[in-house]
C-alpha cells in the first residue's frame, strides 16, 4: 500500500522533497500558501542574483578602461532590470510547477495547520483536510525585525521590499553585515547609490572564515561602502526628505544619512501558526528540534530547511529535504553536514566549505593551512582580480581536508569541487594530484592543496600572502 506524504511548504527544501517522496513510490501532496518556489525564488536567491550579475556587469565596464576596452554612457536602466528580474522568477516558478506535476504531486493553495500527527488541514479557497503517513514541515523562514524608535518610518524597508524599490536610492544605510547586508551593499554601491553598513560584530560577515572575510570587507570599502563594525543602531529619524540613522559604538556615536534604511540582521523560522505545541514538537527558539534524520519530536513529522534553524541555506533544505523522505520511505539517507557550501555573491564572489580556521581552532585539531593568492593565478588576472585567494585547511598529519574558502572570479561555483573532496574525504595530496585545465581559476585550488606543505608551484617561497 503505498504510503501518502503531505509536505507544507513549496520552497527549495519542500517542492525537493515532494518530487523525492514521488519517486520513491508515495502520494504525494504539496501545501503552498504563496507561489511556488518560496523565499528563495521569489524574493531571496534568485532575484538578489539576477540584479548583481547586472550590477556586476555595471562595475566590471566601469573598471575595463585598462582592459583595452571603452565605454562611454553607461546607465542602468531600472525598469527594465526589474522586468528581467521578474521574468527570471516567472520562469522557474512556472518550471518549478510543471516539474511537481510531471511527477504526479498533488498541489493544495492555502495555509496548513496540523490537526493531529496525521491530519493536515488546508484553510484556503477550496479549504480541505489531508490525511498523512508522513509530514514534511518545510515552512522557511521570515526576516528578523528589529524594534527601535523609527522602525515604522516609511522608507525602512527588509529585503523583500529592497527587492521591488521603484528606482535606485541615492543612498542606503542596511542596518546588518551579514551575507544579506554585504549582497546589497555590493549591489547598490556598483549602481551608484551611497552605502553605509553597521554591524554590532567586531567584523562583518561573522560566519565565514576571518581571512576571507577581511577580504570581502577591503573589497567594500574599495567600492566607496562606509562600514562600521561593533556598532549598534540607536534610532532611526526623518530628517528633510532623507532618514537619519544614529548609531552608537562604545562611547561614540554617529549619524548617517540615507534615502532608505535596510534592516537585514537575519531570518527566523516560520513555525507561527502551525499548531506545532498542540502536538507536543518540541522547538528551541522558533526552531523545530529534529534528530539526524530531521524527524521532529513527534515520530512521522519531519522539519527541513530554515525552519528547523541548523542551516539557513537553500540548497541545505533540498538536500535535508531528500534526506528526510528517504529515511520517512525506509530508504538509506546520505547528509553530511560537514560538506554544505554556502556562497557570497559579491564582487569578486567568496565561497566556503567546511571548517573555519576559528572553528578548527575551537575544536582544538591539529590543522595547517594551504594558501595560494590570485595574483599567482593567471586567468584570474586576466579577469581583473588581484586581491582573491584560495585557503584549505586539513589535517596536520594526514591532510585530510577540513575546510576550503575562496574569495574571487566564480568563487561560488569552484566550491563545489571542494565540497566534493571532503565529501569524499580526500587529502591535499589528492587534490594536487589531480591535473586541473590551464588557464582556469580552478588551478589555484591545487595551488592551496600544493602550499600546504610548502610547495606550491606560482608562488614564491616565503614570499608574504597579504
Not at 567546511?354 to 586576466?382: C, H, M, W
Not at 596536520?396 to 574525504?425: D, F, K, Y
Amino acid at each position: 500500500m503505498k504510503k501518502r506524504v503531505v509536505v507544507i511548504g513549496g520552497g527549495p527544501g519542500g517542492y525537493v522533497a515532494a518530487i523525492r517522496a514521488a519517486q520513491l513510490g508515495a502520494e504525494t501532496h504539496l501545501v503552498e500558501s504563496d507561489r511556488l518556489g518560496g523565499t528563495c525564488l521569489n524574493v531571496g536567491c534568485i532575484p538578489t542574483k539576477a540584479l548583481l550579475h547586472t550590477a556586476g556587469l555595471v562595475r566590471a565596464i566601469k573598471e575595463e578602461s585598462g582592459h583595452g576596452l571603452a565605454v562611454d554612457g553607461v546607465r542602468v536602466e531600472w525598469s527594465a532590470l526589474m522586468n528581467r528580474k521578474e521574468q527570471v522568477v516567472n520562469r522557474l516558478v512556472k518550471g518549478v510547477a510543471g516539474l511537481l506535476s510531471a511527477n504526479r504531486v498533488s498541489v493544495h493553495q492555502g495555509r496548513a495547520v496540523l490537526q493531529d500527527s496525521r491530519t493536515v488541514k488546508v484553510e484556503g479557497e477550496k479549504s480541505e483536510s489531508l490525511s498523512a503517513d508522513i509530514i514534511v514541515l518545510a515552512v522557511g523562514s521570515v526576516p528578523v525585525r528589529l524594534d527601535f524608535p523609527g522602525a515604522d518610518l516609511a522608507g525602512v524597508i527588509d529585503s523583500t521590499a529592497a527587492l521591488s524599490l521603484p528606482r535606485v536610492p541615492s543612498s542606503l544605510v542596511i542596518i546588518g553585515g551579514g551575507v544579506i547586508g554585504a549582497e546589497f551593499a555590493a549591489l547598490f554601491s556598483s549602481l551608484g547609490t551611497k552605502v553605509a553598513v553597521v554591524e554590532m560584530l567586531p567584523r562583518l560577515l561573522a560566519t565565514m572564515d576571518g581571512q576571507i572575510a577581511s577580504a570581502i570587507e577591503k573589497e567594500l570599502k574599495k567600492m566607496g561602502v562606509t562600514v562600521l563594525t561593533g556598532a549598534k543602531l540607536a534610532e532611526v529619524r526623518s530628517n528633510g526628505g532623507l532618514l537619519s540613522a544614529r548609531v552608537t559604538a562604545g562611547d561614540k556615536e554617529e549619524t548617517l544619512a540615507g534615502e532608505k534604511v535596510l534592516v537585514a540582521v537575519g531570518r527566523r523560522p516560520n513555525t507561527a501558526g502551525l499548531g506545532l505545541e498542540k502536538l507536543g514538537i518540541r522547538l528551541s527558539r522558533g526552531a523545530v528540534e529534529v534528530n539526524d534524520n530531521f524527524e521532529t519530536s513527534v515520530p512521522g513529522i519531519y522539519a527541513i530547511g530554515d525552519c528547523n534553524g541548523r542551516l539557513m541555506l537553500a540548497h541545505a533544505a533540498s538536500a535535508q529535504g531528500i534526506a528526510a523522505v528517504e529515511h520517512a520511505l525506509g530508504h538509506r539517507a546520505a547528509y553530511n553536514p560537514r560538506a554544505i557550501p554556502s556562497c557570497l555573491y559579491t564582487t569578486p564572489e567568496a565561497a566556503s566549505v567546511g571548517l573555519t580556521e576559528e572553528e578548527a581552532g575551537r575544536q582544538g585539531l591539529d590543522y595547517r593551512v594551504g594558501l595560494f593568492p590570485l595574483a599567482g593565478n593567471g586567468k584570474s588576472l586576466i579577469e581583473g582580480c588581484e586581491s582573491g585567494l584560495v585557503k584549505i585547511i586539513a589535517g596536520a598529519r594526514h591532510g585530510e581536508i577540513l575546510g576550503a574558502h575562496i574569495v574571487g572570479p566564480r568563487a561560488t561555483e569552484l566550491v563545489g569541487e571542494m565540497a566534493l573532496a571532503i565529501n569524499l574525504e580526500a587529502t591535499v595530496d589528492e587534490m594536487a594530484a589531480t591535473v586541473h585545465a590551464h588557464p582556469t581559476v580552478s588551478e589555484a585550488l591545487a595551488e592551496a592543496a600544493l602550499a600546504f606543505s610548502g610547495q606550491a608551484i606560482h608562488w614564491p617561497p616565503g614570499l608574504k600572502i597579504r
